[in-house]
């Protein structure tokens, strides 16, 4: 489940090499384990004392800020050359689409195919892409249409991309090392989300979008020599074989997903959350930043850290936590704070309040996706875990395109305020709706 532009990081709380555990049953055939045991700073960080994930991690922490760069100069590019939020809705629909349509296959074939090949030739294949933007921008050529037809082509790539990440950290940390390895992966894009728009912001306003483009073209390189030098062993060159046909594994995912409530109410959940919640705060935060506080590309990344520093603080605060209790009411009462903020945002505020309701969204975003990504981890046996994130992914962004539009067209005709005064509201009562199923709050 992906809520709000907070990505889930694959959190698991660190412990002892003797934890206790403790099961519940929760549905057909499937238990939460919870983990109980001793954190310390230092378990956080042992997962860099391996090599391989070291350059992992180095280089993808590079590119998830370049990635912020492409992100703020491509929102204002297109606010400045368009004025429209409709026009935006649709760049993130193009962006979007071609990931989800392509989203399962890209799982399949990340489990046929080396994934360090398949991570070396997204990179590749995004820093062409994505320095064909710079280029255009820096020559002025760059048109509406490019961008949708660059963001097109990101999105195919992202959907083998993605998936491959996932599947090759367990490939170069002993399972001992796992919940640190990624846990620092979701602190890693959180902090590029403090850090990329801040200096975005300074980036654009000196050397226009073409520079900030010109950088996220640059971080994938550094990833992609990173992964280069890392030491080639076993699983992370072979090949593997299928041992049954995809739409067995499919079913078989499905069937998983479907005997538990707690996981089809909240993926369902998610994915109409995306078309109220994600769609006005992605599609016209730019236009509501610019009519309210002024065109200023700096202030619009500032106003974005905020939302970030939230969700890393949250995350840290999490990570610190020995056990989880009472998962259900952990995931879905910051979701309700964090639609809340929406709304409140759609109020008449001054910059200090929209910074504070931006940071409480992203600390609610936050604590709702890591809490849920840890819960899927242990709610769902390991070897269909693959299939089931596939399917949770699918069911929480199927309906995000259709929100970028939506948002988008109803902040040009009705004005961004009311579309987040409305996306906030319906938002509230999608999730609170949610909370009332009796397996959901039971979940502990």
């Known amino acids: 489940m992906v809520v709000g532009v907070v990505l889930p990081g694959c959190l698991r709380q660190p412990g002892s090499t003797t934890p206790t555990t403790r099961n519940y049953q929760t549905g057909k055939g499937l238990k939460i384990v919870s983990t109980e045991g001793n954190t310390g700073f230092m378990d956080f960080l042992k997962s860099l ?3 391989a994930f070291a350059l992992l991690w180095s280089g993808q922490t590079i590119s998830r800020l370049g990635d912020s760069f492409y992100n703020v100069a491509l929102a204002w590019w297109v606010l400045e050359k368009t004025g429209s939020a409709t026009t935006m809705g649709l760049v993130l629909i193009f962006a979007n689409a071609p ?3 392509l989203l399962l296959l890209g799982g399949v074939v990340v489990d046929r195919f080396s994934r360090l090949h398949m991570m070396l030739g997204s990179d590749f294949a995004r820093a062409a892409i994505v320095g ?12 509406v249409w490019h961008v949708l037809v660059i963001s097109a082509l990101f999105g195919v790539v992202d959907a083998f991309f993605y998936p491959a990440y996932t599947a090759i950290v367990p490939e170069v940390v002993p399972s001992e090392a796992l919940p640190s390895a990624n846990s620092l992966r979701s602190i890693s894009a959180q902090l590029a989300g403090i850090i990329g728009p801040l200096l975005a912001g300074l980036v654009i306003a000196q050397g ?3 520079l900030a483009f010109g950088f996220d073209a640059l971080s994938f390189i550094v990833s992609a020599v990173c992964l280069l030098t890392m030491p080639r062993k076993g699983a992370l060159v072979r090949t593997m074989e299928a041992e049954s ?5 499919l079913r078989e995912g499905i069937g998983t997903v479907l005997a538990s409530p707690w996981l089809w109410v909240t993926i369902a959940v998610a994915g109409l959350s995306n078309l109220t919640l994600s769609g006005p705060l992605d599609a016209a935060m730019p236009l509501l930043v610019k009519l309210r506080f002024g065109a200023n590309a700096q202030l619009y990344g500032f106003i974005l ?9 949250a995350a840290i605060w999490l990570g610190r936590m020995k056990r989880l209790r009472h998962r259900g009411y952990e995931v879905y009462l910051p979701w309700m704070v964090a639609s809340l903020m929406l709304f409140v945002m759609g109020l008449p505020l001054v910059l200090v309040v929209m910074c504070l309701a931006m940071f409480v969204l992203g600390a609610g975003t936050s604590t709702l996706n890591l809490v849920w990504a840890n819960s899927l981890q242990e709610l769902v046996p390991a070897e269909l875990l693959g299939r089931v994130s596939s399917i949770d992914a699918l069911g929480s962004y ?3 395109p259709i929100g970028y539009a939506l948002a988008g067209i109803a902040a040009d005709h009705i004005g961004p305020s009311t579309t987040f005064l409305v996306g906030g509201l319906l938002s509230l009562l999608i999730v609170g709706l949610g909370l009332l199923h009796p397996k959901v709050r039971g979940v502990d």
């Open 49 to 51: 004392s391996h090599r």
């Open 99 to 101: 990931t989800l349509l």
């Open 132 to 143: 064909v933007a710079a280029l255009l921008a820096a020559t002025q050529l760059l048109e």
């Open 208 to 210: 226009g979008t073409a």
């Open 245 to 249: 046909s995809v739409l067995k594994d």
């Open 305 to 313: 850290a905020f939302e970030a520093t939230g969700s890393i603080l």
């Open 398 to 400: 199927s309906l995000l």
